[in-house]
């Protein structure tokens, strides 16, 4: 029988790091494609996946299952996110000209299935996942955040309203005006319909 997140976490906390490694097994490669979506840099992810579990293993001592462990991950995970985001801000770069085209579609490979058979269609999927990334970097911070974990990462409006700290009515909002958003910048981008419509 599999064993609860919670009480993996509780043995964390009693000292056991045999659970904290299963914890980081179960979701280190979610929540390095959830940061790389929200920063939208891979290598970057890497580093800040590992400062979300070595904060998690570091505050296990405190840990209260008072509610889903998943969202308690989620949430340092976002707070190292927004951090990320606004510090590039402020250094006033922008990520996706600091890194060449090649570099971006290596790192982003990564999140896509194997077309090895068919070389035309992965080159199109590369292509439109990058262009699809590309957009949702152009998203103000709380939609792209809420639109990531409810696409990509299947969370509830209940969970997302928890770990970015706002009402479900908002959460519901944000995921609206970014799918609004992304239709219009997809639509620009010459993504048509049938390519969005997951978004």
């Given amino acids: 029988m599999r064993i609860s ?7 964390c906390r009693n000292g056991d790091t045999g ?19 929200s920063v939208g840099d891979y290598h ?13 293993y570091k505050n296990a001592c405190s840990y209260e299952p008072r509610s889903k462990f998943k969202n308690w991950l989620y949430l340092i995970a976002t707070n190292l996110c927004r951090n990320e985001i606004r510090d590039r801000n402020r250094r006033k770069t922008d990520l996706l000209t600091e890194v060449s085209t090649e570099d971006q579609e290596t790192d982003y490979l990564n999140l ?11 080159y199109e999927k590369k292509e439109r996942e990058l262009i699809i990334q590309q957009k949702i970097n152009c998203l103000p911070e709380n939609q792209r955040l809420s639109l990531i974990l409810v696409t990509y990462q299947g969370m509830s409006y209940e969970e997302i309203a928890e770990i970015i700290g706002c009402s479900v009515s908002a959460v519901k909002s944000l995921i609206h005006r970014s799918r609004q958003n992304m239709k219009k910048l997809l639509v620009e981008a010459g993504i048509g319909e049938s390519h969005n419509a997951r978004i």
């Fill in 5 to 11: 997140d919670e009480k993996l976490m509780m043995r």
């Fill in 19 to 37: 659970a904290f490694e299963l914890i980081v097994m179960r979701f280190k490669d979610q929540i390095i494609n959830y940061i790389c979506r």
């Fill in 44 to 56: 970057q992810a890497e580093d800040l996946a590992q400062e979300t579990f070595l904060r998690i």
């Fill in 112 to 122: 896509l299935p194997d077309f090895r058979y068919m070389p035309d269609r992965l």
